[in-house]
């Protein structure tokens, strides 16, 4: 199936095309506020890079979440409008099961995603390779960086990635020494996402634009708001 894959989660955008479990091409960038501009641009490079147009295209992912709120909204609406206008199937795939899948690699145990949710906190999650993909084994969730990495096993080899992980690096390693490891790659997850919306578009686990809804984790600041007053 050939997919475009969005991600605008975090400061990290990008947009790929996947086609077989391989990423025809992916776009990245860095967004320094929103990814409104950055995000239409990307769609149009990818595309031309790979030299298709859009109808060409036969389904179309993002990524929910967890993140930066206002970027999984631009992502959301940006892939909910396409497959509103173009009637290709749609998946919505987690943020961290695509960061994780960035580290299927060979001696690593443990995979753990960690996204910086600011306030003291990390939006994380645990996965070990499976015949199948990855099988989770610490609940996503918002935690306490503490608290998260309390969670992990205390007897395995664990690589950690995001932007979370980049940020808590010393917290890591102080906990588990020799044991925590940090691969060089990047946090752009377009190509992951695509791979893994592939799957469940193939196994007819698909949506509606009007079932797409944004994996938070906790509310967002307009929410908070609104239950104080």
């Known amino acids: 199936m050939l997919l475009l894959a969005v991600d605008t989660t975090t400061r990290f955008g990008s947009v790929a095309v996947v086609s077989g479990g391989e990423a025809r091409a992916e776009v990245n960038y860095v967004s320094p506020s929103s990814h409104s501009r950055q995000v239409f641009r990307a769609v149009d490079e990818v595309l031309r ?3 298709l147009k859009f109808d060409d295209l036969e389904g179309l992912a993002v990524a929910a979440g967890p993140g930066s709120f206002t970027g999984i909204r631009i992502g959301l609406s940006l892939v909910k409008a396409l497959a509103l206008a173009s009637g290709r199937p749609l998946a919505a795939v987690s943020a961290l099961e695509a960061l994780a899948g960035k580290l299927i690699l060979p001696g690593i145990e443990v995979m753990a995603p960690m996204i910086d949710a600011r306030k003291g906190e990390v939006f994380a999650g645990a996965y070990r390779p499976d015949v199948a993909g990855l099988k989770e084994i610490v609940e996503p969730g918002a935690y306490r960086p503490a608290d998260f990495l309390a969670r992990l096993p205390s007897d395995q080899i664990i690589a950690f990635i995001g932007t979370g992980a980049a940020l808590y690096r010393s917290t890591v390693e102080e906990r588990f020494s020799g044991r925590a490891l940090f691969p060089d790659r990047s946090f752009h997850i377009a190509a992951e996402v695509g791979r893994i919306a592939e799957k469940i578009l193939a196994s007819g686990g698909g949506i509606s634009p009007a079932e ?12 908070e708001k609104k239950t104080v007053r």
């Open 212 to 223: 797409l809804q944004p994996i938070y984790y906790r509310p967002s600041q307009a929410e």
């Open 49 to 51: 890079i790979v030299g």
